[in-house]
Nanobody, 123 residues
Framework: QVQLVESGGGLVQAGGSLRLSCAAS????????LGWFRQAPGKERSLVAA???????VYADSVKGRFTISRDNAKSTLYLQMNSLKPDDTAVYYC?????????????????WGQGTQVTVSS
């Protein structure tokens, strides 16, 4: 079992930055694939970024060049650095963990979820 707790969300103006954190406990953190997803009102939950056990990363096209996913295995923490934020980035952001080591692209690829943190970008 893995427990995930996100933090770092909030209200920011367009062009600003936020860093989300996801603290994990339970199963061995370093062996799992991890991801950030987001869900806006009326929309499906979708992948923002994912990172494998070996550190390989994937990003949604809409955030490439603006967001960076990283992991600190010593602290069992996942991060999402978000720069040049846009109003379209407004959503609830969720961190997720897999039972497997590779990256996953769909919500169903993940087995454990945090409670979510709200990110609101004003224009």
């Amino acid at each position: 079992q893995v427990q995930l707790v996100e933090s770092g969300g909030g209200l920011v103006q367009a062009g600003g930055s936020l860093r989300l954190s996801c603290a994990a406990s339970g199963r061995t953190f370093s062996s799992t694939g991890l991801g950030w997803f987001r869900q806006a009102p009326g929309k499906e939950r979708s992948l923002v970024a994912a990172i494998s056990r070996s550190g390989n990363t994937v990003y949604a096209d809409s955030v490439k060049g603006r967001f960076t996913i990283s992991r600190d295995n010593a602290k069992s923490t996942l991060y999402l650095q978000m720069n040049s934020l846009k109003p379209d980035d407004t959503a609830v952001y969720y961190c997720a963990a897999r039972r497997f080591s590779g990256s996953g692209y769909l919500p169903n690829d993940y087995d454990y979820w945090g409670q979510g943190t709200q990110v609101t970008v004003s224009s």
